[in-house]
């Protein structure tokens, strides 16, 4: 399985089919707001008839029916992941659950993972803006265990808090982190940042990559570099 999921940050469906037409192998991608908001949930079905995997990344956070109902209709559409925000807390999460198993294609539903703290949310930002104190990381594990017990199969988190997610949660519990950088590149509106390299030795699932391949020079070898570095 690929462990690298190339966000397709893209505003039109011309610049998705011009960067996919590089591979001749499936890859997973990351379908997210910018892209549905532009070009509708038809481009899910687009980008799945070309055989890629899909993470949809809509970052659901509503009261709990609104969820469920939600999910149930993204679970219709096959894609591999979808994902929540932990905030909607575990009664939430658990209606996310339910919605999706009542919309499964087949009987199988697609993964859920909730997002913990967002890479681009720093200590000072969680302490002082949203007024949560203490440490990223006991916000995160406390979110990753309220995500494991309402029955989502992992979190995204950054790649700092991946090993003590799995300490946590155990090591089948998923892990895809975001944030990545490789050593040059600028960190953009990313705070938690890390490199593929790290991300191995901390042993998250996935790495969610966006503008270092997106923006590169030649996106198609960076990702192949960057699946290198992570076997
Ligand atoms: O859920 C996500 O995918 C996500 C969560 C998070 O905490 N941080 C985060 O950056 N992301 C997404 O991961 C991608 C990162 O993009 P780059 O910073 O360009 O690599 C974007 O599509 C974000 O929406």
């Keep these: 399985m690929n462990k690298t999921i190339v966000a397709l940050d893209f505003s039109t469906r ?63 559409l096959d894609v591999d992941i979808v994902n929540l925000h932990c ?7 658990k209606a996310a659950i339910q919605g999706l198993e009542e919309g499964a294609v087949n009987g199988k ?36 265990k309220n995500a494991k017990e309402a029955g989502l199969d992992g979190v995204v988190c950054s790649v700092h808090e991946a090993r ?13 982190t975001p944030g990545i950088r490789l050593s040059d590149d600028s960190k953009d509106d990313q705070k938690r940042v890390a490199t593929p390299a790290f991300a191995k030795e901390e042993g998250c699932d996935h790495i969610v990559v966006g503008r270092s391949i997106t ?16 076997k």
């Design 87 to 93: 905030a909607g807390g575990i009664e939430m999460m």
């Design 14 to 76: 011309e610049e998705v089919m011009e960067f996919l037409k590089g591979f001749q192998e499936p890859i997973y991608v990351k379908i997210g707001m910018e892209l549905t908001y532009a070009c509708g949930l038809d481009i899910v079905k687009d980008v799945r008839a070309l055989g890629h995997h899909i993470f949809l990344d809509l970052k659901l956070h509503d009261i709990p029916n609104t969820v469920k109902g939600g999910m149930k209709n993204l679970a219709k």
């Design 109 to 144: 539903r697609p993964l859920c993972i909730g997002v913990t703290q967002l890479t681009s949310t720093s200590k000072e930002a969680m302490n002082e803006e949203l007024g949560i104190p203490g440490e990223v990381l006991d916000c995160v594990i406390k979110y990753a």
């Design 215 to 230: 923006k590169s020079a030649n996106p198609q070898q960076t990702y192949f570099d960057i699946e290198e570095m992570m």
């Design 164 to 176: 003590a997610i799995h300490e946590a949660c155990g090591k089948d519990f998923l892990t895809v």
